[in-house]
Every structure is written in C-alpha cells, then in structure tokens.
C-alpha cells in the first residue's frame, strides 16, 4: 500500500513538473510579450508594402487581385489583419492588389446572332471596346466573325478585357426602290382594264 501511495505521489510530482516546464517551453516558443502592430499598407505600391511589413518582421502574402483600370497595377487594396491590428513577429499578412496584367475572359458563340445581341454578350463579360465592320452579307446585322488584332477568334477562346474586339457585320442586300416603275406599272394594269 506504502508503494503505491509512492507511485501515485511521484507520478502527481512529475505530472506537475512536465507542466511547469511546458509552460516555460511555450513562453519561448511563442514569444509572449513580443508583438508588433500591423501598419498601414492599403493604398500602397505592392513593393513598398512589402518593404514596410518586413520592416516590422511581417511577412506579406498576396492572396487575391483584381482587375481595376481606376488604380495602379499593383496597388494593394485590402489587407488581413487590418492596420493596427496587435500581431506576433512573423505573422503573415494577406494582401489584395489590382492586378498587374489585365482579366481574362473567355468568348462564347457570337456568330449567328445579331450585333445588338452581341454587343450585350460581350458588356456581360466586361468587353467594352467593340467596333463593327461592315462586311458583304444578306443578313443585315448578323454577326459573321469576331477578331482581335486582325486575328479570327473561335468560341472558347481568352482575351483580355481591355481588347478592342472586331464584330464582322453582315451589310445586308441593298433595296432597290423605283417609285417611276411602280408608278408605270399601275398605269400599265389600268390600260389593259380598258382594253377588256
């Protein structure tokens, strides 16, 4: 009985002394105490807000980019964890920045289908620079082709939205209208009553 009381009583003094020293251990793992503050980095250049948050033993990360012609390629315009924010040495900060080259987007079937219908396609997908070129056709505003940089594009295929996309649009048949020969006629179908 004497023996196991012993076990139990050293076993508990163990126990407390594997605790004492983990929290020591942590104290330095974690370094307790030692923090920084997230500074201020939206609105900066990308390179500038790297620097600025190694400065402070940061590290950046850019987890996002968008596409927006307002800014700057590269100008960070969301940051996690916000400015201020009370934050370990080493923490990575994530970044969004506008992007440095421009969205891709990728073009549905736009041959068939008239140039109005095509022209609001294309504005869903962000296109915004359309010209149409007219070419010999029956079907009057019917899209025959698209191109980009003199090239003929396919459906499926990726452009960037900045791109001046070339709509080939059908002229149609030109109507020929003579009122001289309508009139004529009339006067011709007029004569050959009286004849009767």
């Given at each position: 009985m004497k023996k196991i009381a012993l076990n139990i009583l050293l076993m508990v003094v163990v126990g407390i002394l594997i605790g004492w020293l983990s929290m020591i251990f942590l104290r330095y793992w974690t370094r307790h105490g030692e923090t920084v503050d997230v500074p201020l980095v939206k609105a900066l250049p990308y390179e500038r807000a790297i620097t600025s948050l190694s400065s402070e033993g940061l590290n950046a990360i850019v987890s996002d980019s968008v596409y927006d012609t307002g800014k700057a390629p590269g100008t960070v315009i969301e940051q996690n964890p916000k400015a201020g924010t009370v934050v370990k040495e080493g923490r990575e900060v994530f970044l969004?920045?506008?992007?440095?080259?421009?969205k891709m987007v990728s073009l549905p079937t736009l041959t068939d289908i008239s140039v109005r219908q095509a022209r609001s396609i294309l504005e869903g997908l962000e296109l915004k620079n359309v010209v149409e070129k007219r070419?010999?056709?029956?079907?009057?505003?019917l899209v025959l082709?698209?191109?980009?940089?003199?090239?003929r594009l396919q459906p499926g295929a990726r452009v960037?939205?900045?791109?001046?996309?070339?709509?080939?649009?059908?002229?149609?048949?030109?109507?020929?209208?003579?009122?001289?020969?309508?009139?004529?006629?009339?006067?011709d179908s007029l004569e050959q009553l009286d004849l009767f």
């Amino acid at each position: 009985m004497k023996k196991i009381a012993l076990n139990i009583l050293l076993m508990v003094v163990v126990g407390i002394l594997i605790g004492w020293l983990s929290m020591i251990f942590l104290r330095y793992w974690t370094r307790h105490g030692e923090t920084v503050d997230v500074p201020l980095v939206k609105a900066l250049p990308y390179e500038r807000a790297i620097t600025s948050l190694s400065s402070e033993g940061l590290n950046a990360i850019v987890s996002d980019s968008v596409y927006d012609t307002g800014k700057a390629p590269g100008t960070v315009i969301e940051q996690n964890p916000k400015a201020g924010t009370v934050v370990k040495e080493g923490r990575e900060v994530f970044l969004t920045i506008v992007a440095f080259s421009p969205k891709m987007v990728s073009l549905p079937t736009l041959t068939d289908i008239s140039v109005r219908q095509a022209r609001s396609i294309l504005e869903g997908l962000e296109l915004k620079n359309v010209v149409e070129k007219r070419v010999p056709s029956d079907f009057k505003d019917l899209v025959l082709g698209v191109r980009y940089k003199g090239t003929r594009l396919q459906p499926g295929a990726r452009v960037p939205v900045n791109a001046v996309i070339e709509l080939e649009v059908g002229e149609g048949v030109p109507e020929i209208f003579a009122p001289d020969s309508a009139a004529s006629s009339g006067n011709d179908s007029l004569e050959q009553l009286d004849l009767f």
